[in-house]
Nanobody, 115 residues
Framework: LSAAAASGGGLVQAGDSLRLSCAVSGFTSDYYTIGWFRQAPGKEREGVSCIQNNGSSTYYADSVQGRFTISRDNARKQVYLQMNNLNPEDTAVYYC????????WGKGTLVTVSS
């Protein structure tokens, strides 16, 4: 059974950077396209970015394009989200999962950006 756990969130100021990490477990985790998702207070969960299983292709939501960078290290079973130039609209709980949400969602990691 595969699963993913997000970490690295925190309280930052607008314009700051954070790097989120997603620890992926399970024998077949390397086969999946992994995505970062976020859920802001009072809003539905939305996709932020995803990366193909071999890292050859990535996708970014318009709201984070040019500011966020996704990467993965399959040997370490890690997926990362480098977030630069954060703004208050990025405040949310961030999760990682397969793009279809196959795995349990877990608690996520809270990112709070103050203005």
């Amino acid at each position: 059974l595969s699963a993913a756990a997000a970490s690295g969130g925190g309280l930052v100021q607008a314009g700051d950077s954070l790097r989120l990490s997603c620890a992926v477990s399970g024998f077949t985790s390397d086969y999946y396209t992994i995505g970062w998702f976020r859920q802001a207070p009072g809003k539905e969960r939305e996709g932020v970015s995803c990366i193909q299983n071999n890292g050859s292709s990535t996708y970014y939501a318009d709201s984070v394009q040019g500011r966020f960078t996704i990467s993965r290290d399959n040997a370490r079973k890690q997926v990362y989200l480098q977030m630069n130039n954060l703004n208050p609209e990025d405040t949310a709980v961030y999760y990682c999962n397969t793009i279809a949400g196959h795995w349990p969602w877990g608690k996520g990691t809270l990112v709070t950006v103050s203005s």
